[in-house]
């Protein structure tokens, strides 16, 4: 970020089950990504980007009424949260057509106690935003998904690069 | 009780059982490392998933964690949680060698795991021994890396059901050595009424 900028970047800070949606030239950011999933949809005419920190693959059933009684946060799912980032980017002003994503996350952090369904969660999670985006028509252009490792990622609007820091093995961008 | 409520009384009790299981893991600790060990009162709150890894150091924070399932008549998830140095001066306590950054071989990590093993054992063995639910322990899986991605599991259970977690936080420190950690224990949401249950309240 330089002092001398016109237009000053501000960093949208996307926390755990949650989601925001920001325009040029703001950038996106969720850090510490384990089994959760952080996927990025943004509109390559308008540099409209949302991000969200997914961390289950499925609403549960009873989803529509826990929305309506307990304000269960659609961000949280997989599944949901395809559907609120684009009605998010939808209503202000982005078409279907014009969006891509990107993602990164959904790793096993620990391997050894991988016998268990619950910490087999990572792929599971990948797997299901996979499934919303395509049920949504929406290309996904680039993913760093999977491995034992967990990651911190910002999005770049006016580059629409997705940047992934990990605590080994570095930082690069996707 | 309603779903993910905790009164006042409550918070006591559960801080009470983060102290006893605690006094205990830190008698275990003081032992396998021939060096006094000190704990903090224990606090118990309900805090979001974000507030679980801003009290690890905050979501980027590089640590050392050790995760062990908790099943039985309760299910929970304990995590014992420290900086690298801390890691580092445990390691050479144990095993001798000198240990300079956070990349571990296998037998660091087994070390590291067996002190979240036995911490772990000794504290669920005090809450077992005073509530008289029955209890076991995973094998301990240890990681080496940022707060959040480590706090996932720990939180995973309770996501299911919860935007909320119930935290028994207590923090932990070697007297001469410097170490310096957290202990989680993260009941699981169905779980926490049995333990106030088996407690009297």
Known sequence: MSDYSEQVEVVCRIGIADGAVVSRPDRLRTSGLGSCVGLVMYDVLTGLSGMVHVMLPTAPADFAERLRVDGVKPQKYADSAVLWLVSELQNRGSTIRNLRAKMAGGAQMFASAGRSDVLRVGPRNVEAVETALTGCSIPLLAKDVGGTEGRTIEFDSQTQLLSVRTAKSGTFTI | ?201
């Open chain 2, 1 to 201: 009780m309603g779903e993910g409520e905790l009164s006042s009384l409550h918070v006591d009790i559960l801080q009470e059982v983060g102290n006893i299981g605690a006094a205990h893991a830190a008698t275990a600790l003081s032992e396998l490392l021939g060096t006094p060990v000190r704990i903090s009162v224990s606090s118990a709150r309900r805090c979001t998933f974000d507030e679980v890894s801003e009290v690890a150091g905050g979501p980027d924070e590089l640590i050392v964690g050790v995760f062990v399932r908790v099943t039985g008549d309760i299910g929970g998830n304990m995590l014992l949680l420290m900086s690298v140095d801390s890691a580092n001066i445990l390691l050479q306590t144990l095993l001798g060698s000198k240990i300079v950054s956070g990349d571990y071989d296998d037998m660091q990590l087994s070390a590291l795991g067996e002190v979240g093993n036995i911490l772990g054992g000794a504290y669920t063995s005090a809450i077992a021994t005073l509530t008289s639910l029955r209890m076991s322990q995973s094998v301990p899986a240890v990681a080496v890396d940022m707060a959040g991605a480590i706090l996932d599991a720990g939180i995973l259970a309770t996501s299911e059901v919860s935007d909320f977690a119930v935290l028994i936080d207590t923090s932990i420190m070697g007297g001469a050595s410097n170490i310096d950690g957290h202990f989680f224990l993260l009941p699981d949401p169905s779980s926490t009424v049995p333990l106030l249950d088996a407690l009297g309240c």
